[in-house]
């Protein structure tokens, strides 16, 4: 074992029992620097503060909070307040303290804001997670374009959703728009969350069939399984089944193997279909 003297040790140390949900022997560690005469950086506190991101160790975070505002640290590392954030949503589900704690921090980036808007959509609060996003692209816009503050895909995909939740297609169609506006309309993940919204919230015939068309000519959409399964989805479950087993067929046609949903869905599609004669 490393000498318990040996700051760098002591901080992999601690770090390996935060990331194994060890929160407590992490908190141990941490104390072991103290006593040894070291005075923890930034990194040792996030450390420390994803240690203390369950109901148990919660209370020595909210010392630990203080603690770090005594120091600096809060203002000066953006790693702080995303451990925060995440201390008391994961710990308490405190979104609000969260939110308070986002809202102080000086500098911010896409990790936190995209942290804040998935933790937003994730506890119920899908509005202000669409706010939130749009208050992020305003950020970025008036410091001209900074990178660091950009919406990247995971932030679109956890808007889509919570569009999804808001029953509002429109909003969403805003949202994609930034997307394409940035490049990042041709990945899966952020074509796919479009598609799935259309297919959960119900859209004309017209407007599914052109979404795959559309957006696969753009480079929107891969044309993975996910994909056609939100189609196919789409497609059935608003009553359209012989629009439904069309893009099954089509699936089949694309080289993309169906999985066992895609078999379920087509075949409630037939059976719609039948109905339907």
């Known amino acids: 074992m490393g000498d318990l003297r040996d700051f760098g040790f002591l901080d992999c140390y601690g770090s390996c029992f935060a990331n194994n949900d060890m929160g407590t022997e992490a908190i141990v560690t941490f104390l072991d620097m103290l006593e040894n005469g070291f005075c923890p950086n930034e ?56 939110y308070k ?17 998935t ?65 990042l309309a041709s990945l899966n993940c952020v074509g796919n969350s479009l598609i799935s919204m259309y297919a959960r919230i119900g859209a004309s015939v017209f407007t599914f069939a052109n979404l795959l068309s ?24 608003h009553g359209f089944g012989s629009k439904a087993m069309e893009m099954f067929h089509k699936m089949l046609d694309d080289g993309v193997g169906p999985n066992e949903i895609n078999y379920i869905t087509a075949l409630s599609a037939c059976s719609c279909v039948e109905a339907n004669i």
């Open 43 to 98: 990194y040792c506190f996030s450390v420390l503060i994803r240690a203390c991101s369950n109901v148990e160790n919660v209370p020595i975070g909210e010392i630990v909070f203080g603690f770090v505002i005594k120091s600096g640290y809060f203002e000066s590392d953006v790693c702080v307040g995303w451990a925060l954030i995440e201390m008391f949503v994961k710990g308490s589900g405190d979104v609000d303290l969260a």
């Open 101 to 117: 704690v986002f809202e102080k921090m000086p500098e911010k980036n896409a990790v936190t804001w995209t942290l804040m808007i």
């Open 119 to 183: 933790r937003f959509m994730q506890f119920g609060y899908p509005m202000e997670a669409v706010d939130l996003f749009f208050n992020m692209v305003l950020s970025e816009e008036m410091i001209k374009g900074h990178v660091s503050l950009s919406p990247n895909h995971f932030t679109f995909s956890s808007v889509l959703v919570a569009c999804v939740n808001l029953s509002d297609p429109c909003m969403g169609q805003q949202v994609y728009t930034h997307a394409v506006k940035l490049g």
């Open 214 to 237: 559309g957006a696969a000519s753009i480079g929107a959409v891969g044309r993975n399984v996910i994909s056609w399964s939100s189609m196919i989805t789409g497609f059935a479950k």
